[in-house]
Protein backbone atom coordinates (compact mmCIF):
# COMPACT_ATOMS: atom_id res chain seq x y z
CA UNK A 1 0.00 0.00 0.00
CA UNK A 2 1.50 3.39 -0.66
CA UNK A 3 -0.26 6.63 0.91
CA UNK A 4 0.72 9.60 -0.88
CA UNK A 5 0.59 11.74 1.90
CA UNK A 6 0.22 10.26 5.16
CA UNK A 7 -1.27 13.05 7.67
CA UNK A 8 -3.50 14.16 5.13
CA UNK A 9 -5.47 10.36 4.98
CA UNK A 10 -5.20 9.74 8.70
CA UNK A 11 -7.55 13.19 8.91
CA UNK A 12 -9.47 12.16 6.46
CA UNK A 13 -10.31 8.56 8.06
CA UNK A 14 -10.30 10.81 11.63
CA UNK A 15 -13.13 13.03 10.03
CA UNK A 16 -15.14 9.70 8.99
CA UNK A 17 -15.15 8.43 11.95
CA UNK A 18 -16.09 11.55 13.74
CA UNK A 19 -18.89 11.49 11.80
CA UNK A 20 -19.62 8.08 12.45
CA UNK A 21 -19.06 7.88 16.22
CA UNK A 22 -22.43 10.02 16.33
CA UNK A 23 -24.74 7.08 15.46
CA UNK A 24 -26.75 6.31 18.32
CA UNK A 25 -27.26 3.11 17.58
CA UNK A 26 -24.99 0.74 19.41
CA UNK A 27 -23.57 -2.67 18.48
CA UNK A 28 -21.11 -4.25 21.02
CA UNK A 29 -21.21 -0.96 23.05
CA UNK A 30 -20.19 0.98 20.63
CA UNK A 31 -21.93 3.39 17.39
CA UNK A 32 -22.80 1.11 15.41
CA UNK A 33 -21.52 2.43 11.46
CA UNK A 34 -17.96 3.10 13.31
CA UNK A 35 -17.83 -0.46 14.57
CA UNK A 36 -18.64 -1.37 10.76
CA UNK A 37 -16.32 1.26 9.76
CA UNK A 38 -13.11 0.03 11.68
CA UNK A 39 -14.39 -4.05 10.58
CA UNK A 40 -14.53 -2.57 6.94
CA UNK A 41 -10.60 -1.37 7.47
CA UNK A 42 -9.59 -4.42 9.13
CA UNK A 43 -10.65 -6.77 6.54
CA UNK A 44 -9.05 -4.80 3.70
CA UNK A 45 -5.89 -5.23 5.73
CA UNK A 46 -6.28 -8.82 5.71
CA UNK A 47 -7.37 -9.30 2.65
CA UNK A 48 -5.53 -6.90 0.17
CA UNK A 49 -3.11 -5.35 2.26
CA UNK A 50 -1.60 -3.88 -1.17
CA UNK A 51 -4.86 -1.95 -2.03
CA UNK A 52 -4.80 1.55 -3.09
CA UNK A 53 -5.64 4.61 -1.20
CA UNK A 54 -8.98 5.20 -3.15
CA UNK A 55 -10.07 1.72 -1.91
CA UNK A 56 -8.62 2.11 1.66
CA UNK A 57 -10.57 5.09 1.92
CA UNK A 58 -13.69 4.09 0.13
CA UNK A 59 -14.11 1.19 2.97
CA UNK A 60 -13.79 3.56 5.54
CA UNK A 61 -16.65 5.32 4.29
CA UNK A 62 -19.09 2.76 2.57
CA UNK A 63 -21.84 3.40 5.59
CA UNK A 64 -20.75 6.93 6.78
CA UNK A 65 -23.75 8.14 8.18
CA UNK A 66 -26.25 5.79 7.56
CA UNK A 67 -28.78 5.98 10.29
CA UNK A 68 -29.60 9.78 8.86
CA UNK A 69 -31.42 8.16 6.01
CA UNK A 70 -33.85 5.44 7.60
CA UNK A 71 -35.23 2.42 5.43
CA UNK A 72 -38.60 4.34 6.72
CA UNK A 73 -37.66 7.55 4.83
CA UNK A 74 -38.60 5.58 1.62
CA UNK A 75 -41.83 3.40 0.61
CA UNK A 76 -42.24 -0.27 2.38
CA UNK A 77 -42.34 -1.84 -1.07
CA UNK A 78 -39.54 -2.99 -3.25
CA UNK A 79 -39.72 0.09 -5.24
CA UNK A 80 -38.81 1.85 -2.30
CA UNK A 81 -35.93 -0.36 -0.92
CA UNK A 82 -34.35 -0.14 -4.16
CA UNK A 83 -34.58 3.40 -4.17
CA UNK A 84 -33.46 3.76 -0.82
CA UNK A 85 -30.22 1.47 -1.20
CA UNK A 86 -29.47 3.82 -4.80
CA UNK A 87 -30.23 6.92 -2.57
CA UNK A 88 -27.60 6.07 -0.17
CA UNK A 89 -25.20 5.57 -2.62
CA UNK A 90 -24.88 8.84 -3.43
CA UNK A 91 -25.64 9.99 0.22
CA UNK A 92 -22.03 7.96 1.27
CA UNK A 93 -20.89 9.23 -1.75
CA UNK A 94 -21.46 12.82 -1.53
CA UNK A 95 -20.80 12.64 2.12
CA UNK A 96 -17.26 11.02 2.05
CA UNK A 97 -16.48 13.62 -0.71
CA UNK A 98 -16.94 16.65 0.76
CA UNK A 99 -14.84 15.64 4.65
CA UNK A 100 -12.25 14.48 1.80
CA UNK A 101 -12.04 17.81 0.78
CA UNK A 102 -11.70 18.94 4.01
CA UNK A 103 -8.79 16.55 4.76
CA UNK A 104 -7.35 18.55 2.22
CA UNK A 105 -7.59 15.97 -1.03
CA UNK A 106 -7.98 16.66 -4.97
CA UNK A 107 -10.52 16.23 -7.05
CA UNK A 108 -9.15 13.37 -8.71
CA UNK A 109 -8.80 11.09 -5.40
CA UNK A 110 -12.13 12.50 -3.80
CA UNK A 111 -13.33 11.51 -7.71
CA UNK A 112 -12.48 8.05 -7.35
CA UNK A 113 -13.80 7.54 -3.97
CA UNK A 114 -17.08 8.89 -4.75
CA UNK A 115 -16.93 6.20 -7.84
CA UNK A 116 -16.44 3.00 -5.28
CA UNK A 117 -18.66 4.48 -2.58
CA UNK A 118 -21.13 5.05 -5.06
CA UNK A 119 -20.72 1.33 -6.59
CA UNK A 120 -20.11 2.93 -10.06
CA UNK A 121 -18.43 0.20 -12.24
CA UNK A 122 -18.41 -3.08 -10.28
CA UNK A 123 -16.60 -5.66 -11.62
CA UNK A 124 -14.74 -3.05 -13.94
CA UNK A 125 -13.88 -0.67 -11.52
CA UNK A 126 -10.87 -2.00 -9.46
CA UNK A 127 -11.85 0.08 -6.14
CA UNK A 128 -15.41 -0.47 -6.67
CA UNK A 129 -14.97 -3.93 -6.88
CA UNK A 130 -12.60 -4.29 -4.08
CA UNK A 131 -14.67 -2.38 -2.08
CA UNK A 132 -17.25 -4.92 -2.48
CA UNK A 133 -15.66 -7.92 -2.08
CA UNK A 134 -14.72 -6.35 1.70
CA UNK A 135 -18.49 -5.22 2.25
CA UNK A 136 -19.47 -9.08 1.06
CA UNK A 137 -16.59 -10.49 3.43
CA UNK A 138 -17.45 -8.36 6.17
CA UNK A 139 -20.90 -9.48 5.63
CA UNK A 140 -20.09 -12.75 6.07
CA UNK A 141 -17.66 -12.91 8.75
CA UNK A 142 -19.79 -10.47 11.28
CA UNK A 143 -23.55 -10.00 10.09
CA UNK A 144 -24.53 -12.68 8.25
CA UNK A 145 -25.64 -14.79 11.42
CA UNK A 146 -27.50 -12.07 13.02
CA UNK A 147 -29.35 -11.26 9.75
CA UNK A 148 -30.35 -14.94 10.02
CA UNK A 149 -31.31 -14.76 13.06
CA UNK A 150 -33.69 -11.68 12.09
CA UNK A 151 -35.10 -13.00 9.68
CA UNK A 152 -36.78 -16.74 10.97
CA UNK A 153 -39.88 -16.47 8.08
CA UNK A 154 -36.72 -17.06 5.37
CA UNK A 155 -37.05 -20.62 4.54
CA UNK A 156 -33.96 -22.07 2.87
CA UNK A 157 -34.47 -21.19 -1.20
CA UNK A 158 -34.99 -17.41 0.39
CA UNK A 159 -31.50 -17.91 2.08
CA UNK A 160 -29.48 -19.77 -1.28
CA UNK A 161 -30.83 -17.12 -3.38
CA UNK A 162 -29.31 -14.24 -0.77
CA UNK A 163 -25.73 -16.05 -0.63
CA UNK A 164 -26.08 -16.62 -4.22
CA UNK A 165 -26.35 -12.51 -4.98
CA UNK A 166 -24.11 -11.96 -2.44
CA UNK A 167 -21.75 -14.54 -4.40
CA UNK A 168 -22.14 -13.31 -7.73
CA UNK A 169 -21.21 -10.20 -7.15
CA UNK A 170 -17.89 -10.73 -5.57
CA UNK A 171 -14.80 -11.18 -7.78
CA UNK A 172 -12.72 -14.48 -7.85
CA UNK A 173 -10.22 -13.77 -5.53
CA UNK A 174 -12.92 -13.11 -3.43
CA UNK A 175 -14.00 -16.30 -3.26
CA UNK A 176 -10.94 -18.01 -2.70
CA UNK A 177 -10.06 -15.87 0.12
CA UNK A 178 -13.84 -16.73 1.51
CA UNK A 179 -13.74 -20.45 1.15
CA UNK A 180 -9.91 -20.45 1.88
CA UNK A 181 -10.03 -19.84 5.21
CA UNK A 182 -9.65 -16.07 5.56
CA UNK A 183 -12.64 -15.79 7.22
CA UNK A 184 -14.23 -17.07 9.69
CA UNK A 185 -17.63 -18.47 8.60
CA UNK A 186 -20.72 -18.47 10.87
CA UNK A 187 -20.26 -22.15 11.56
CA UNK A 188 -24.58 -22.85 11.96
CA UNK A 189 -24.61 -21.14 7.95
CA UNK A 190 -21.76 -23.17 6.58
CA UNK A 191 -23.81 -26.30 4.89
CA UNK A 192 -26.19 -23.91 3.97
CA UNK A 193 -23.41 -21.23 1.89
CA UNK A 194 -21.55 -24.43 0.42
CA UNK A 195 -24.91 -25.45 -0.74
CA UNK A 196 -25.36 -22.04 -2.42
CA UNK A 197 -21.93 -21.99 -4.22
CA UNK A 198 -22.14 -25.44 -4.90
CA UNK A 199 -19.34 -26.73 -3.30
Not at 33 to 52: F, Q, T, V
Not at 123 to 141: A, G, H, S
Not at 183 to 198: E, W
Request: hydrophobic share 40%; net charge neutral; no cysteine.
Amino acid sequence: MTIQDKPRFERAVALFDAANAEDPNRDEGQPKELLYAMRMSEMIDRYAPEASEAARLAVRAQHIRRWTVPRSSYPMTKEGYFAWRTGLYKFHAETAGALMQQAGYDDDMIGQVKAAVGKRGLKVNPDTQMLEDVTDLVFIEHYMLGFARAKPDYDEAKWLDIVRKTWKKMSDRGHAFATGGGITLPAALVPLILKAIGA
